[in-house]
């Protein structure tokens, strides 16, 4: 399996790996730092290097014997036992990190449950069930700046699944529970402000993330709102 450098360390850019398999598909590295589709959040992109030279990877997902990184159409991908270094499109990355951390403040600030949610490359959304009249976007927009500036530092860390499932109220996700059954779940902690299980990469302080707006409120359903947001800067 591969192993997940991104899981202690969102902003490792690069690393080198050995491949461990190899195919029209893709390759299957021994350690990686991008970070496979899921959760909402897309794979990484980047480029593999290697005595072949330099292969673009379009995107990294996850696959049976650990994480795929497809590369370009057509490219020669290496062969198995190779040394490479893969290096990740880290503005997109970065851009994926601090939407990532924005959508888990929108939870501090929206009472709902969340059933869905999208991260994109400046711009994501979230979908709540929530009762009664939809927020207003403008105060919406304030509330969130604020907690932002408030330069709330992230941190990680792990509970046991029998902690997980004695706390059920850590999880915010309606429809999709956190992966289970390794024996511990990933925690994603923001200050005092925010606190649940998350796989996914984030900045190290809420300042990072910049000044966000909020775009259209739309209703999907009799209580469901998808609230979209967008980087300013």
Known sequence: MTEELFRDDSYLKSCTAKVLASGPDGVVLDRTVFYPTGGGQPGDSGTLAGAGGTIVITEAVKGGDGILHKLEEGAAAPAVGDAVEVSLDWDRRY?????HTALHLLCSVVDGGVTGGQIGAGKGRLDFNIPGERPEKEALTEALNQVIAGDHPVSLSWITDAELEANPDLVRTMS?????????????KIGDVDYQPCGGTHVRSTAEIGSIQIGKIENKGKQN???NLTLVE
């Not at 851009?95 to 939407?99: D, Q």
């Open 95 to 99: 851009a994926h990190m601090r939407v």
């Open 176 to 188: 999709v529970k956190p992966p289970m059954g390794s024996g511990k779940v990933r925690m994603v």
């Open 225 to 227: 709102r998808r609230i």
